[in-house]
T-cell receptor
C-alpha cells in the first residue's frame, strides 16, 4: 500500500515554544490530508482538513491560530503547534488521501510539552 | 451530532478463539465503513472495509458484517492470535474522505 511518513515520531518541548510536525506522502500525490489528535485511551479526533494550495478547514473547537497547517505541495502538509502547553501533549496523526479516496495514515507523532 | 460508537471498550479472548468486535453508527446516510487496527504508539492500520450495498465482506481471517437496519457493524477475527492484540476502531468515511472514528475496543489475546 501507499506510504505516509510523519516526522518526528516523538518530540519533547518546553511550554511556550512551537513544534512543527511533517506529514509526507512518499509514493503518491495527496491534494487532501487530514490531521487527527488522540489522547491516551481515546479515539482519534479530526482536527482539520488540509488542502493543497488553500487554507485548511478546521473542525469545531480547534483553534486555527494555535494549530497552524500548511499544505504547500502535493506531498507535504505540516502542523505547527504554537505556544505549546502541557494540555497540548497528545498523539498527533495525519492521513493522506489518494486519488481513489483511500486514506493512508502516518505512524503518528507523540508530543510531550513540559 | 453524528457519531460512531462501540459497545465494548475491552475484550479478552483465548488464543485460537474467534473474536467479535461491535460498532454502532448513527448516521443512516453513511455508505462506507472501515475497520482499523492500532497498536500502541502507532498509527491506524487498515484491516477491511465495506460499502453499504453489502452485508458481509471477508478478508484473511477477518469478516465484517453490516446491518443497516439497526446501524450496526461487527468485525470478526477467526483463530485470534497474540499478534492481534491491539485497539480496533470502526470508522465512517464521511464526505471527502473525512473519517469519523468510534471509541475503540481493546482486544487482549491470552496465550
Amino acid at each position: 500500500g501507499a506510504v505516509v511518513s510523519q516526522h518526528p515520531s516523538r518530540v519533547i518541548c518546553k511550554s511556550g515554544t512551537s513544534v512543527k510536525i511533517e506529514c509526507r506522502s512518499l509514493d503518491f500525490q495527496a491534494t487532501t490530508m487530514f490531521w487527527y489528535r488522540q489522547f491516551p485511551k481515546q479515539s482519534l479526533m479530526l482536527m482539520a482538513t488540509s488542502n493543497e494550495g488553500s487554507k485548511a478547514t478546521y473542525e469545531q473547537g480547534v483553534e486555527k491560530d494555535k494549530f497552524l497547517i500548511n499544505h504547500a505541495s502535493l506531498t507535504l502538509s505540516t502542523l505547527t503547534v504554537t505556544s505549546a502547553h502541557p494540555e497540548d501533549s497528545s498523539f498527533y496523526i495525519c492521513s493522506a488521501l489518494s486519488l481513489n479516496t483511500e486514506a493512508f495514515f502516518g505512524q503518528g507523532t507523540r508530543l510531550t510539552v513540559v | 451530532g453524528e457519531s460512531v460508537g462501540l459497545h465494548l471498550p475491552t475484550l479478552s479472548v483465548q488464543e485460537g478463539d474467534n473474536s467479535i468486535i461491535n460498532c454502532a453508527y448513527s448516521n443512516s446516510a453513511s455508505d462506507y465503513f472501515i475497520w482499523y487496527k492500532q497498536e500502541s504508539g502507532k498509527g491506524p492500520q487498515f484491516i477491511i472495509d465495506i460499502r453499504s450495498n453489502m452485508d458481509k465482506r471477508q478478508g484473511q481471517r477477518v469478516t465484517v458484517l453490516l446491518n443497516k437496519t439497526v446501524k450496526h457493524l461487527s468485525l470478526q477475527i477467526a483463530a485470534t492470535q497474540p499478534g492481534d492484540s491491539a485497539v480496533y476502531f470502526c470508522a465512517e468515511n464521511n464526505q471527502g474522505g473525512k473519517l469519523i472514528f468510534g471509541q475503540g475496543t481493546e482486544l487482549s489475546v491470552k496465550p
